[in-house]
């Protein structure tokens, strides 16, 4: 091979998807949360290429921490469904520097847009969650029962704490009211809106 060639790629097309019995009305409206963020964005163009109405709000329109008015706006606009991605994020020195604000932030978000979904009525909700949640330790693969069975990575504590009760949160509903609101926690994930911008001493790229 000489200096300049370069090896020849073999494109992989993705197999065809057969979709399963639907969930959710055909069109459905679903507000997903967190629409600007790698998943978010992954998850609303899904849903609008299956035909779906994706509704979003910015952090300028709707304030998720904000439990009355997010209330009032699942209220007024009663989604099919309701898709939990946003989340305060960060890197290994954000998580370290400030774990309140990872803690409290999440904590409000999720408690605002779950009570509001069921104070609202809406039927179905998918809250996304992280790995970060399993123990520092755990077997690998990880098994999903792995969670709660030792200690969490001290640098990012704060945040999968946050994100074990927006589970335990999710179950509770399921549990006491007989909700359709489950949980889901993406691992590794890189994709069109991985940020290309990475602050130094916030984030965890190396």
């Known amino acids: ?11 992989v097309s993705e197999p065809e998807r057969t979709p399963g019995p639907s969930l959710l009305p055909s069109p459905a409206q679903i507000f997903v949360a967190g629409h600007r963020g ?10 609008e290429a299956d035909g779906h109405e994706v ?25 099919d469904a309701v898709v939990l991605a946003a989340a305060k994020v960060g890197g290994i020195m954000a998580n370290s ?5 990872f803690l409290e932030d999440n904590l409000r978000i999720q408690l605002s847009v779950v009570a509001g979904a ?19 330790l755990a077997d690998q693969p990880i098994r999903e029962d792995s969670l709660l069975t030792g200690a969490l990575e001290p640098t990012n504590e704060a945040y999968a704490i946050a994100k ?16 359709s609101y489950i949980s889901a926690m ?4 890189y994709g069109p809106a991985t940020t290309s911008t990475w602050p130094p001493r916030t984030s965890s790229r190396p």
């Open 97 to 101: 520097t400030y774990p309140v604000q």
């Open 186 to 189: 993406p691992t590794n994930l």
């Open 55 to 79: 509704l979003t709000r910015g952090r300028d329109q709707l304030d998720l921490r904000d439990a009355a008015r997010t209330e009032a706006f699942l209220r007024d606009v009663r989604p």
């Open 118 to 136: 069921h104070s609202a009525d809406v039927p179905r909700l998918l809250f996304l969650g992280s790995s970060c949640i399993y123990p520092k």
């Open 38 to 47: 790698l998943v978010g964005s992954a998850v609303a163009r899904r849903l």
């Open 1 to 11: 091979m000489t200096a300049d060639a370069s090896p020849k790629l073999t494109p």
């Open 164 to 179: 074990i009760a927006g589970i335990t949160q999710v179950n509770a509903y399921r549990s006491q009211y007989g909700r």
